[in-house]
């Protein structure tokens, strides 16, 4: 399993008109742990560039890919590489802010490649690739189709997972809300 993980004191930017740089950092770094958990019993790397985000990562048991100034795609991409370097065949990709993720294990059963997206079906919030597939990773607006159109052009099987925890990310202030299915229970 990786997770890339953006320094928690720089994290969700996009929820400061809801709250403060520390109730951000905060929630940050309670989602990623919540990732972190749900990857259980798989071994986790987190793919940083953060000196507080590798100490929190060792803390939970996680190895660390320090991957500085490479961004978000090249963090990851280079992540994956170093993952098939170390005989990992199969890796799924998770975000970090993904607060009601649960066993994320059952995701790399399938061949091929596995999408999950956001709940707008504009994002990808888990990918499960084989290491050696020549994925390249292409986050951000719209990221859900490119994975797709990446998928077939490596003449890859594609999954595509509905999931409504997994689908469930935080990115802006009315993500903050109770999700419907929360309501029910």
Not at 29 to 41: F, Q
Not at 80 to 106: G, S
Request: charged share 25%; hydrophobic share 45%; aromatic share 6%.
């Amino acid at each position: 399993m990786l997770i890339p993980v953006k320094a928690f004191s720089d994290a969700k930017a996009r929820l400061a008109d809801a709250l403060q740089p520390e109730q951000r950092a905060s929630l940050a770094k309670a989602m990623a742990t919540k990732v972190v958990e749900a990857a259980a019993p798989l071994d986790v790397w987190i793919v940083c560039d953060d000196t507080a985000v590798a100490e929190w990562a060792t803390r939970l048991g996680a190895n660390v890919l320090w991957k500085p100034g490479r961004g978000l795609n090249g963090a990851v991409n280079e992540g994956v590489a170093d993952l098939a370097h170390l005989d990992v065949d199969t890796v799924i990709v998770a975000h970090a802010d993904l607060p009601h993720a649960e066993h994320l294990e059952w995701l790399a059963e399938a061949d091929g490649v596995t999408l999950v997206p956001d709940r707008h079906g504009d994002g990808t919030n888990v990918i499960v690739i084989p290491t050696d597939s020549g994925f390249v990773f292409s986050y951000g607006p719209s990221s859900f189709s490119r994975h797709y159109a990446e998928a077939e052009r490596l003449g890859l099987d594609v999954r595509v997972i509905h999931d409504e925890r997994l689908a469930w990310d935080v990115d802006r202030p009315e993500d903050l809300k109770t999700p419907t299915w929360e309501d029910q229970t």
